[in-house]
């Protein structure tokens, strides 16, 4: 009897052992669906975190160009009658930056270079430190039948003050008259340049110091365009060079004869 028992009870223990090797091998067994699941879930969060730094990352390269570009694609662009060929960076305007017809097209570059945006320039192009070395060009339809130089005689000559005072590298600076509509305006003058004069008008006072561009001129340009720069007043004393360098870099965009 005491034998039956003995071997009763061994029995008893190695089925005991045998139900917690199979309880452990059941919570294992759960376990690996769970485990599973885990690792998905980090893998997953893992890749959302990746996907925001990509994003941040992509985001605040847009951010930092504040809308410039240094892509250097040619862009062919109608306006009237005449074609020109641009480089993306020197496209001001991203909703320009593309091939067709347009009605006018804003362009700006770096003085001297006259290169488009870049990296290495952009503290030029954001205005960094108060910097003045960008151009602004607009390319649109003549609506004049005169551009600015030819407009000195018949219509700026009745509207100055009579009496010059001596500006930078040779220029003549003109007061306008109070009913001229010219407000807080300077004519810039010079001649001996070709054989029209050169002509624009600049603000004066301190809306001048506050202004990037303070300078305007106009020229007629290709089959049918007026090009109209603009530039900032520390430039007027380059005006025989700038005048200069500007049109050679507007006709190497030209596509038409004229």
């Not at 600015?148 to 040779?170: C, F, K, Q, T």
């Not at 600076?173 to 002509?199: I, T």
Request: contains cysteine; aromatic residues 8%.
């Amino acid at each position: 009897m005491a034998k039956l028992q003995a071997g009763s009870g061994k029995r008893e223990a190695l089925l005991n052992t045998v139900a917690i090797s199979e309880g452990n091998v059941e919570t294992r067994a759960r376990r690996i669906p769970l485990l599973g699941r885990a690792f998905y879930g980090f893998a997953a969060m893992a890749f959302a975190a990746l996907c925001i730094k990509l994003a941040a990352i992509w985001f605040g390269g847009m951010i930092s160009a504040g809308g410039h570009t240094d892509s250097t694609i040619e862009r062919e662009i109608v306006i009237g009658n005449d074609v020109l060929r641009v480089p993306e960076n020197l496209i001001r305007f991203g909703q320009a930056r593309r091939d067709g017809i347009q009605q006018r097209l804003d362009l700006y570059l770096r003085w001297p270079e006259l290169e488009g945006y870049s990296r290495e320039a952009r503290d030029d192009f954001n205005h960094a430190g108060g910097a003045k070395r960008i151009l602004f060009l607009s390319f649109e339809p003549k609506v004049l039948s005169r551009d600015m130089s030819a407009r000195l005689e018949p219509i700026y000559s009745h509207v100055i003050e009579p009496g010059a005072r001596d500006g930078p590298a040779g220029l003549l600076l003109y007061r306008f008259s109070e009913k001229s509509g010219y407000v807080n305006e300077e004519l810039a003058v010079g001649y001996g340049q070709v054989a029209a004069p050169f002509v624009a008008r600049c603000l004066n006072g301190g809306m001048a110091s506050q202004s990037l561009a303070a300078c305007e001129r106009d020229v007629h340009l290709g089959d049918d365009l007026t090009l109209t720069y603009r530039f900032p007043l520390e430039l007027l004393p380059h005006w025989r060079a700038l005048d200069a360098a500007i049109l050679r870099k507007a006709r190497t965009l030209l596509r038409t004869d004229g």
